[in-house]
């Protein structure tokens, strides 16, 4: 089946320690995203990417980090530079960046401890 | 820029009734527009989707059409179950130009018995 594959479900990190999430896709897809949500709120956009070896940043990039040396591969670090790091972060991807849809990941629930 | 407005939540409805979630957007081009839904702990999940003015999307009972002369995507089912408790985001993304998908806010649904 092909899909999106966020891991893991549950981290937890200690203060100061940099963490990497993992978002794998084998849909083919060409443009990757990752959102936070914290409780009872929307998405917002940390990281997106066209296509291999190019992203852009969102609306709150600070203290995060991406990488996309694969098609298929996408992680975000979040490092401790990052304030508040307790959220839930979702990856998506679509077949492009226009007019398409955007299929998303199970999420990583990630607490600071 | 581009931007979705979505009614505010959280919204209480007793089963078997009727829904209604409203959704606004503004964009410079010609958007497709989606709804997804999230329930407790987990992604995403495309909802319906419409691509052209006055199409109407619709799944599982979930309708909404695609209005260009209102700039609106109203999310619609005639008799709401239990099992529709969730969150609900519409989003839009440009056709005509590479950029990310845009979410609204999300409204939280309530369904009791």
């Known amino acids: 089946d092909g899909g999106i594959t966020q891991s893991p479900k549950y981290l937890f990190r200690k203060e100061g320690q940099n963490v990497t999430l993992s978002c794998e896709q084998n849909?083919?897809?060409?443009?990757m995203y990752w959102y936070r949500q914290d409780p009872g709120q929307g998405l917002r956009l940390i990281y997106y990417s066209q296509i291999v070896n190019d992203f852009q940043k969102g609306d709150i990039a600070e203290g995060y980090s991406v990488s996309r040396e694969k098609k298929e591969s996408f992680p975000l670090t979040v490092t401790s530079a990052q304030k508040n790091p307790t959220a839930f972060y979702l990856c998506?991807?679509?077949?492009?960046?226009?007019?398409?849809?955007?299929?998303f990941g199970q999420g990583t629930r990630l607490t600071v401890v | 820029g581009d931007s979705v407005t979505q009614m505010e939540g959280p919204v209480t409805l007793s089963e078997e009734a009727f829904l209604t979630i409203n959704c606004t957007y503004t964009a410079t081009g010609y958007p497709s527009l989606f709804w997804y839904v999230q329930y407790p702990g987990e992604g995403l999940q495309l909802l319906l989707k419409a691509t052209n003015s006055d199409d109407k999307g619709s799944n599982k009972g979930f309708e909404a059409t695609y209005r260009k002369e209102t700039t609106s995507f109203h999310l619609e089912k005639g008799s709401v179950q239990v099992s529709d408790s969730a969150v609900y985001f519409c989003a839009l993304s440009e056709k005509t130009s590479y950029d990310k998908v845009i979410f609204g806010p999300g409204t939280s649904l309530s369904v009791i018995p």
């Open positions: 849909l083919n897809h060409d443009a």
């Open positions: 998506a991807s679509s077949i492009q960046l226009s007019g398409t849809e955007a299929f």
